[in-house]
């Protein structure tokens, strides 16, 4: 009884000299007073039960004197949920043995060592570190670490990692870096046979369908087999964690560093931020690279002349944001997974797309985007808030077509009205083979929806939504060379699979749109002299094949399963039970929600999306 009552009193008083000090820093109206009480409360059971009064009262004492900073930190970093800062001020988890007592206390005392000199600007982040400095320690899947240094640094232990890998049972990050690793390996040597063999090659059509072939027997072979082990289920466990896995594809981008380092710099908790970045650069191994087609003058008709160019190997981003002192401790904790791609295996952004989903590692968010962009303060945490905001979270999807910016523009706050994709058209260009692509529509609002409202479309270039989405719309890794198609195609199977698309209220990144004039390298570019065919005419060839799968899945007419077969095209038809429409919700009902006419090839106005009426 007589521990009972020192316990009780030890309690008054710590809960008493606590809120005393949240006061006077002038942070109890932001703190959960219930929930650090209830902390506080764990840690002195736990002292109790596991030692007795005495280390009840030196915990109660220990308390009094540390609580305070670390609230204030824990404050300043957002994290009052008992899952993030149960340890620092309170690990009523430990409650029952004196271990958990030590735990909590080396939490709170690293929270007031770190923060005990930091100006208050800077607490946050130093609480955070305190705390939270790698989370994939402690998570098996992610161990061994994959190398992002150097490019193509081999997997130690590849085989062995890739075997049990495939077992459907004991996936690794490392297995399915070395399972990558040795499919663009055999398609890099697949396509310099096929580059020596274009050299005395006339026939175009048939150097395609070999290529397209080849292609295609690699991912049997390594890709394949890796989906089906996982297929119906995430391949690792979803944290529930508020972590961020961010997707980026990267072809010879010059901003992919800048983008990573502003990534995590106005991240609100950079800690809780991941990252997939399949880095296709020209690496300056086996030949000179070249530029992209660079305007230098007019001709007499006044029409740009262009010219391509030798030039240096390509920055490599992850290397420029890895060895900067300010970041390099991210690159450490695992949190950079960088699959490196020469560009003479660039196979456009859907097949990169396709490999950065491989890079997820059971972070409980997935954002896709591209490696050009400024991001708006706490952006990781704004998209989290807005998209359970959503009337069907957790099967929501937020994406829109982001905002342009210019390297020269001042620094990014964001906070603009999102775009709202409620528009499509069938493409004009031969070259694209009129497939559907996506449009923006107006900029409603609706006062009398409490969250957002949902559209037709997701943009490829950007997406939010919670990691479920790989379980049930897996990237379709039958897509290489397509340009366009990708974004009906993804719109249409997240549709058919249960979830809802929603536009963001505001927009909190913002993306370098690229026009031709700028002279940047596109892929085709690099398709067309790998296979002695310089220009985009070798990649259209390929692609004009490749984007019959997508217009089958999307209910083209013209293009049944007797047509397909009868162009022998039945392979761009492979596994489509698998990377096709999911069982939530027709094809029918997809083209019926979008008005979408394939007899007149036209896209007819969605009231419900351009006036904003549905939750």
């Known amino acids: 009884t007589s521990r009972l009552l020192l316990a009780l009193l030890g309690f008054a008083l710590v809960v008493f000299a606590s809120t005393i000090c949240l006061l006077a820093a002038g942070l109890a109206a932001h703190i959960d007073d219930e929930e650090l009480n209830a902390g506080v409360e764990g840690r002195l059971q736990g002292g109790a039960a596991g030692g007795g009064v005495v280390q009840q009262q030196q915990e109660a004492q220990y308390l009094e004197q540390e609580l305070p900073i670390a609230a204030a930190a824990i404050e300043r970093a957002h994290a009052t949920n008992n899952d993030n800062d149960g340890g620092a001020v309170g690990n009523n988890n430990g409650g029952g043995d004196i271990g958990g007592i030590i735990r909590g206390a080396d939490a709170a005392k690293k929270i007031a060592a770190a923060v005990s000199d930091k100006p208050l600007d800077t607490m946050a982040a130093a609480a955070q570190n305190a705390i939270f400095p790698t989370v994939v320690s402690d998570v098996a899947h992610l161990n061994p670490s994959v190398p992002y240094l150097p490019p193509h640094a081999p997997v130690p232990n590849a085989d062995g990692l890739i075997e049990t890998t495939l077992s459907g049972s004991n996936p690794t990050m490392a297995g399915i870096h070395a399972i990558l690793q040795r499919f663009i390996l055999d398609l890099h040597e697949s396509n310099r046979n096929f580059a020596t063999d274009a050299k005395t090659e006339n026939d175009r059509e048939g150097l395609r369908d070999r290529v397209i072939q080849a292609y295609f027997d690699l991912a049997n072979k390594h890709l394949i087999p890796f989906d089906k082990a996982y297929r119906g289920k995430n391949v690792f466990p979803v944290r529930e964690d508020g972590s961020i896995f961010m997707s980026l594809a990267s072809f010879r981008d010059h901003l992919l560093g800048a983008t990573l380092k502003e990534a995590f710099r106005k991240a609100e908790h950079p800690e809780r931020l991941f990252v997939g970045a399949v880095v296709q650069n020209c690496f300056g191994d086996e030949y000179v690279c070249k530029t992209g087609a660079q305007v230098v003058g007019k001709d007499k008709n006044g029409r740009p002349q262009t010219k391509v160019s030798d030039a240096p190997p390509d920055k490599n981003g992850v290397e420029e944001f890895c060895t900067d002192p300010s970041y390099k401790k991210y690159c450490e904790a695992g949190q950079i997974r960088a699959l490196y791609v020469n560009e003479t295996e660039s196979l456009g952004p859907a097949a990169a797309r396709y490999y950065a989903s491989k890079l997820w590692g059971g ?183 490749i984007i019959k799968r997508v217009k089958y899945l999307v209910a083209y007419p013209e293009v049944s399963t007797e047509e397909v077969e009868k162009d022998g095209d039945e392979l761009v038809l492979t596994d489509l039970e698998f990377y096709g429409m999911g069982s939530e919700r027709t094809r029918q009902a997809y083209v019926e929600f979008t008005n979408i006419d394939f007899s007149s090839k036209s896209c007819k106005n969605m009231q419900w999306c351009n006036k904003c009426t549905m939750a």
């Not at 775009?419 to 692509?437: G, K, M, P, Q």
């Open 363 to 545: 972070e409980t968010y997935y954002l896709q985007a591209v490696a050009h962009l400024r991001f708006a303060p706490n952006f990781d945490t704004r998209y989290i808030d807005e998209v359970k905001a959503a009337k069907a979270y957790p099967k929501a999807v937020l994406s829109s077509y982001p905002p342009g910016f210019s390297e020269s523009d001042p620094d990014y706050v964001g906070g603009t009205t999102g775009a709202r994709l409620c528009t499509c058209e069938f493409s004009h260009s031969d070259v694209e083979e009129h497939i559907i692509r996506i449009n923006t529509g107006g900029h409603c609002t609706n006062d009398q929806v409490d969250g957002p409202t949902q559209i037709a479309f997701i943009a490829a270039g950007f997406f939010f939504a919670r990691a479920e989405f790989l379980k049930d719309v897996p990237f379709d890794p039958y897509l290489p060379w397509c340009f366009m198609g990708e974004e009906i195609a993804l719109s249409s199977r997240a549709r058919a699979s249960g979830w809802d698309i929603y536009a963001p209220r505001q927009n909190l990144i913002a993306h370098q749109y690229r026009p031709g004039r700028m002279g940047l390298p596109k892929f085709w570019g690099s398709v067309g002299r790998l296979f002695g065919r310089p220009g985009p005419g070798f990649n259209t060839r390929l692609q004009k094949k």
